[in-house]
T-cell receptor, first 115, second 112 residues
Framework: GAGVSQTPSNKVTEKGKYVELRCDPI?????LYWYRQSLGQGPEFLIY????????DSGLPNDRFFAVRPEGSVSTLKIQRTERGDSAVYLC?????????????FGPGTRLTVL | GESVGLHLPTLSVQEGDNSIINCAYS??????FIWYKQESGKGPQFIID?????DKRQGQRVTVLLNKTVKHLSLQIAATQPGDSAVYFC???????????FGKGTTLSVSS
């Protein structure tokens, strides 16, 4: 079956530009997560959606980062005024429901490079 | 087989050996722990999980051990194969139970 998909797979942008990263979760999964992974590190939590609402956005580093999930399926992570330090792999994951009782399935990630 | 008492960033083993990868976690209230395997250019892939009311769980060629007293988690891989070469991460739930906190990864290299 189809897993979590993310587009684009690679994104190169210039400092100060705006970018959008898209995540298509597994069909029927109500929970969706965004993580950021820097080179040589484990993924770091950014935001969690349960349905359409952001249930926990405590991992977003600052107000340049924003994410939406308007219909409870596809999600978009938006980064304004990108900085070189935003360069990383952005991972999306989905699960059928509450984390502690359900496995998270990760997508392949979007590699963002800010020049 | 190879084993490590403390977290090491890399582990090299021969094909057929047993591998043990260790991880320390931080939140004594965590009730769910997972091991992930991540190959180059891919997202993390679920290997095995364990809940806090257990101390051992076995899968196919893998075993996870949980020691809540010292907040320690280990992954044992039996008869390691070249295809097992990857970075392995342990993860625990955050205090809110809404996301995963990943530990430091261990790069496993398996030579034939």
């Amino acid at each position: 079956g189809a897993g979590v998909s993310q587009t684009p797979s690679n994104k190169v942008t210039e400092k100060g530009k705006y970018v959008e990263l898209r995540c298509d979760p597994i069909s029927g999964h109500t929970a969706l997560y965004w993580y950021r992974q820097s080179l040589g590190q484990g993924p770091e939590f950014l935001i969690y959606f349960q349905g359409t609402g952001a249930a926990d956005d405590s991992g977003l580093p600052n107000d340049r980062f924003f994410a939406v999930r308007p219909e409870g399926s596809v999600s978009t992570l938006k980064i304004q005024r990108t900085e070189r330090g935003d360069s990383a792999v952005y991972l999306c994951a989905s699960s059928p429901g509450l984390l502690s009782y359900n496995e998270q399935f990760f997508g392949p990630g979007t590699r963002l490079t800010v020049l | 087989g190879e084993s490590v008492g403390l977290h090491l960033p890399t582990l090299s083993v021969q094909e057929g050996d047993n591998s043990i990868i260790n991880c320390a976690y931080s939140n004594s209230a965590s009730d769910y722990f997972i091991w992930y395997k991540q190959e180059s250019g891919k997202g993390p892939q679920f290997i095995i999980d364990i809940r806090s009311n257990m101390d051992k769980r076995q899968g196919q060629r893998v075993t996870v051990l949980l020691n809540k007293t010292v907040k320690h988690l280990s992954l044992q891989i039996a008869a390691t194969q070249p295809g097992d070469s990857a970075v392995y991460f342990c993860a625990e739930t955050n205090q809110a139970g809404t996301a995963l906190i990943f530990g430091k990864g261990t790069t496993l290299s398996v030579s034939s």
